[in-house]
Every structure is written in structure tokens, then in C-alpha cells.
């Protein structure tokens, strides 16, 4: 078995050391041997019986940096770039942005990969050579890589698709795995034939109306979400975490809708607002802080935006307005 060490060169190979918890989806894996030791970014990697892990899951401070994958033989590489973006370079030059996947192979032993200053989180699992055959028997759509086989073609590229929630749902099923030194090869490997189903047969063949579908359904959940926490301190990103979709994607499916996502988190807030005034004495100041305005003084400029009043404005005017009803059900 390849160790890390041989697998994953970083340029430079080091910086100053991190104190801060692993935390991606590979971090069941143990420290060294599965990781280089003194390495300039916060990774795991693991390379058994023709397949290769990484994950990348780093802010990087001050420049690019410069990561050399050096598989045995040729791979077939799927790329997912949850957050951040990076470029590789082999027999030409590739670049996966943040909240996309891809994949793609090459003849090369050597492959470099760039990333920019910033958060960073990268997925990659690649398959080498000896399992070619395998897998084009298995996914025809991999029919392809016979030119890389046999050499007549340096490499080839798929698409660039958007992380969809089911993706995030096949790398998040990578947390429940827990660390054994037989079992967890095997379960990996179990685990690459479903990310290769998800990218090769479930998902072939469906391109916009996929992407389309995705988006409504990121909508509805992101509506619902925001319905049962908009009383809670939510943000775009918490709703994003919460579908397991990344911030771009779920943006997208509010799209040409009515309100943004915060823009809705804003109505229900001032909705409930308005309610709140209406039916009890609570005083402006609580209201705003209850709901999680910033300041009272912001809660009145949104409120007024919203609708055309000050809040003790539209408090005083249903007042006046129950009190009329009072008096005409007592003079019946």
C-alpha cells in the first residue's frame, strides 16, 4: 500500500503548526500515516488497493499553495470543491470553483493542484489504471477511458455540475463511519461505487432540469427551515448547513422569487412583529431583541419600510381599532 507521504507532496512542505480540530468528512481517519507530517495544509489522505482519498479542509493565510498528487499510474480523478476553488494542471489546465464538482483522468503520474488564499474545502477519491476495465464495464459511460487506456488520448474531462443535496448526502454518510483497520478499506471502497453510481448512472443524462429540480427543491426545504427557526439566531449560511447545500446553491433557488433568504428570515420576523404589537404590551425594545433585530432603533426603520408605519404608530392605531369594536359590541 502507497503510504501518504508518497501520495501527497505539498510546496512548500510546511508552515507554522495547527492547533485547530480536523473536521472534514475523512476525519475518522487517524493522524499519520494519514497525513504528512508537517504539512502546509490541514488534510487526510489514504491510498489502499487502487484508490486514493483526499480532503483538503484549510484556511490558507497568505499565497497560493501548491499541492503535487503523485499516484503509481494513471487515475480517473472525482473532483468536489465544497469550499473554494482550485486549478490543476496536467496535460492542460482545469479549474473547479466553489460549490461544483467534476471529474476527469489523465495519462500523468504526476498532477499539480492550485490553491487560492482563503477558506478551503476539497474531496477527491481517485481510481487508477488496473481498475479501468472494471469500470467501464460497470458505467459504459466510462467508455472513454479506453483512449487513455491504450493511449491515444492524454487525458479527458467531464463537466462541471453544481454540488446537488444528494451529493451532500453521499458525503455526509462518510461521518458515520468510524475507524477500524480491516473493515475501514472495505467500507471506502464500498462508499467509492456509490459516489461513481451518483456521478455515472443516477445522474447521467440529466443536465439543467436536473439542476432546475434541485433548486425547487432547495427552495421548499429552505422555506420550511426558515418557518420552524426564524425566532433563532439564522443566517444564510446556517440555512445552507442545515440542507447540506453549499451558500451559491442556495441563493440560486431563491432566484426570481419573492424575498431573498434573507429577505424572508426578515418578513417572517416583522410579520410576527406586527402580530406581537397588535395583541399584547410587550415594549418596542423587547420586541426588537426577541426577534433578533440588532437594536430597537433598526427593528422601527425595517418595521416603518415594511409597512408604512412606525411600531407604536400601528400599536396606538390597534388600539383605537379594538376599542371601536368593543364599543359597537356593547351598544348591540
Known amino acids: 500500500m502507497m503510504s501518504s507521504s508518497d501520495f501527497v507532496h505539498f510546496i512548500p512542505p510546511q508552515q507554522h503548526p495547527r492547533t485547530r480540530r480536523y473536521d472534514g468528512y475523512l476525519s475518522f481517519l ?3 500515516p494519514y497525513s504528512v507530517p508537517n504539512a502546509a495544509i490541514v488534510h487526510r489522505c489514504f491510498a489502499h488497493d487502487r ?15 501548491i499541492i503535487k498528487l503523485k499516484p503509481q499510474e494513471p487515475c480517473l480523478w472525482v473532483v468536489i470543491a465544497l ?54 464495464a460497470e458505467f459504459p459511460f466510462l467508455e472513454s477511458l479506453n483512449q487513455l487506456h491504450e493511449n491515444k488520448a492524454p487525458h479527458w474531462a467531464g463537466a462541471i455540475v453544481p454540488i446537488s443535496s444528494r451529493l451532500r448526502a453521499v458525503l455526509e454518510s462518510l461521518r458515520r463511519l468510524v475507524f477500524q483497520p480491516y473493515s475501514t478499506p472495505v467500507q471506502l471502497a464500498g462508499w467509492s461505487l456509490r459516489l461513481l453510481n451518483y456521478f455515472f448512472n443516477d445522474n447521467r443524462g440529466n443536465g439543467t432540469g436536473t439542476v432546475e429540480k434541485d433548486d425547487i427543491s432547495h427552495y421548499h426545504q429552505a422555506t420550511k427551515f426558515i418557518r420552524e427557526h426564524y425566532l ?19 441563493t440560486r433557488s431563491f432566484e426570481n422569487r419573492t424575498y431573498t433568504v434573507n429577505g424572508y428570515i426578515l418578513h417572517l420576523r416583522l410579520t410576527k412583529a406586527r402580530e406581537v404589537l397588535a395583541f399584547s404590551d410587550r415594549p418596542i425594545r423587547d420586541i426588537a431583541y426577541t426577534l433578533r433585530f440588532s437594536c430597537p432603533k433598526h ?34
Open 299 to 332: 427593528f422601527s426603520k425595517m418595521f416603518k419600510q415594511k409597512f408604512r408605519k412606525p411600531p407604536m404608530v400601528y400599536r396606538n392605531e390597534m388600539k383605537k381599532e379594538k376599542l371601536g369594536l368593543d364599543k359597537r359590541a356593547f351598544l348591540r
Open 51 to 65: 484508490l486514493y482519498w483526499l480532503e483538503l479542509k484549510d484556511e490558507i493565510q497568505e499565497e497560493t499553495s
Open 30 to 32: 487517524t493522524d499519520p
Open 232 to 250: 433563532d439566531d439564522i443566517s444564510l449560511e446556517n440555512v445552507a448547513e442545515a440542507l447540506h447545500i453549499s451558500v451559491r446553491n442556495l
Open 83 to 136: 469550499i473554494g476553488g482550485c486549478t490543476f494542471h496536467y496535460d492542460r489546465v482545469a479549474t473547479v470553483t466553489s460549490g461544483n464538482s467534476t471529474y476527469f483522468a489523465s495519462n500523468r503520474r504526476e498532477l499539480s493542484m492550485e490553491l487560492n488564499p482563503g477558506k478551503n474545502w476539497l474531496f477527491m477519491v481517485g481510481f487508477p489504471q488496473p481498475c479501468f476495465d472494471a469500470l467501464m
